[in-house]
């Protein structure tokens, strides 16, 4: 019963997907027309990038205990954030697990939908921009956000493709995934609003807000008209021959 309802949460919810795919390309947009696509930000961003899928493409496997690290510890966060006892916590080569006095969807999710070496990286830059402004320049910075948020991307897909994940089962495959990729998307959107001097927090929600209704209203005119041509004008058309 829970997963068909979930299922159901996610089919209601795919239309969000295209919505945050196209606020996110639309602040993209809005950010590099106010500024030189090739900055040196987002150069090095880019190339940050570029070296983390080279480093898991040569060496992948060197790196999967370091994923493994983030994923256990973001399953042990998630609990304690929502008030469940962490009894053991076990990290090895090969896999990991978390023994927890609960468990929820946050909680189980959670390492699919958080970059945990990026948050740790972007909290370690706002303490020593407010206490120390300008100890390291912002490209240093934006090599590293790129590294860690592919890291993430990379090591996150590994995780749901090569192996077969228990976590994604307890709550329907199909519902997890969207789930995972609505939270990466929203973690996309509000990295562009706090990198970017011309995209706000305020313009975002609008657009979100808008965005959302008008893709909706699509969706429903668009099953209106072909619940129309099914139930309706086919019986209509029946009854005239008769």
């Excluded at 946050?106 to 990286?121: G, R, W």
């Excluded at 860690?148 to 192996?163: K, P």
Aim: some cysteine; proline content about 3%.
């Amino acid at each position: 019963m829970k997963k068909a309802f979930l299922f159901l949460v996610a089919m209601i919810g795919v239309p969000l997907v295209w919505v945050l795919v196209r606020c996110l390309l639309e602040a993209l947009a809005i950010d590099t027309l106010n500024e030189p696509f090739f900055s040196r930000g987002r150069v090095c961003f880019i190339a940050g990038c570029v070296a983390m899928t080279l480093l898991y493409i040569w060496k992948g496997s060197a790196l999967q205990v370091v994923y493994i690290f983030a994923h256990e510890m973001t399953h042990a966060v998630a609990g304690l954030c929502c008030f469940s006892k962490v009894y053991k916590v076990s990290i090895k080569t090969t896999g990991g697990f978390v023994q927890l006095s609960k468990s929820n969807l946050l909680i189980t999710l959670a390492p699919y939908c958080v970059p945990f070496y990026l948050l740790i990286a972007v909290l370690i830059y706002g303490i020593l921009q407010y206490f120390v402004p300008g100890v390291l320049p912002f490209e240093v910075w934006a090599g590293l956000f790129g590294v860690l948020a592919t890291f993430h991307v990379w090591y996150t897909a590994n995780a749901l493709f090569s192996v077969s994940q228990p976590d994604t089962h307890e709550y329907g495959r199909f519902f997890s995934w969207w789930f995972i990729v609505v939270a990466n998307l929203l973690f996309a959107l509000a990295a562009v609003v706090v990198t970017s001097p011309t995209v706000t927090a305020r313009g975002q929600g609008k657009r979100l807000v808008v965005t959302t209704q008008s893709v909706y209203v699509g969706v429903y005119e668009t099953l209106r008209g072909v619940t129309y041509r099914v139930f309706v004008r086919d019986h209509e058309s029946e009854r005239k021959q008769k």
